[in-house]
């Protein structure tokens, strides 16, 4: 687990759940990027995944069985961690760095 600062956190789900942050099934191997921020529909505070990151940038897109890509290939370092934040009209670099999260395009 990563604290980057009081409304960011890089950690798994079971990182998460083991210090009882969030509540749900976790999911295996995955590392996440959380934010803390307001659920707009319960009205209260809470910690939301945003996307998946890993240590190592991936240099392929993650495939299924059928071929239908699961993750995209890494092209930004995102704090000490890579992913791809921009996925077709999908652009988090933004809201990112609004949390204060540092995102560098791969060299």
Known sequence: MKRVNANVIIASDQEMIDAGLIQCNPREDEITIWTYEENILWKKMQWTPIMRVFTEPLKEDLKDEEGRIIEHKSTHKIDD???????????????LQRFDVNVEPIK
């Not at 961690?81 to 809201?95: H, K, M, T």
């Open 81 to 95: 961690f890579y992913g791809a934040p921009i996925v077709g009209q999908l652009d988090l670099r933004r809201y």
